[in-house]
């Protein structure tokens, strides 16, 4: 029977929980998520979960954040003075916003974290960054 192995394109089916059981991704009534092992498309853990599976095989990974998103990063929180916002941009508590990165056309999304009359605290930090993940994965087909 064939393997998972690194270089393998393939289809997998998967459920993204938290610590404590919060679902925060799935592919349940979608299409399997059809990725290269070993490219960089997923996440590290993720990535080495899946090696060795056959098609139909069913399994529980669990990656610690140094494996998914990395640790939280404190510098990557800032406050941001309100007269430096565009004045047609009314963030609230919550947002993503989209800003510039010197040197590219791709923006840097980011997630208001404090509102005040003066200030908005802006995190560029990965939502899932700092947090453990747990995925259960279906192994769905082997491609290549």
Do not use: W
Not at 4 to 33: A, Q, W
Not at 47 to 56: I, L, R, S, T, Y
């Amino acid at each position: 029977m064939q393997k998972v192995e690194n270089g393998s394109t393939i289809k997998v089916h998967y459920t993204g929980k938290l610590d404590n059981g919060h679902v925060f991704d799935s592919s349940e009534g979608r299409e399997p998520l059809e990725f290269v092992v070993g490219s960089g498309m997923v996440i590290k853990g993720f990535d080495e979960g899946v090696v060795g599976m056959a098609v139909g095989d069913k399994k529980t990974v669990n990656i610690p954040c140094a494996e998914a998103y990395g640790e939280r990063r404190p510098e990557l929180e800032v406050l941001v003075e309100r007269d430096k916002l565009p004045q047609d941009l009314d963030p609230k508590l919550g947002d993503t916003l989209q800003v510039p990165q010197q040197g590219t056309d791709v923006p840097l999304l980011v997630t208001v974290t404090e509102v005040t009359s003066e200030v908005i605290k802006i995190d560029a930090n990965h939502p899932l960054a700092g947090k453990d993940l747990t995925f259960d994965l279906e192994l769905a087909e082997i491609l290549a």
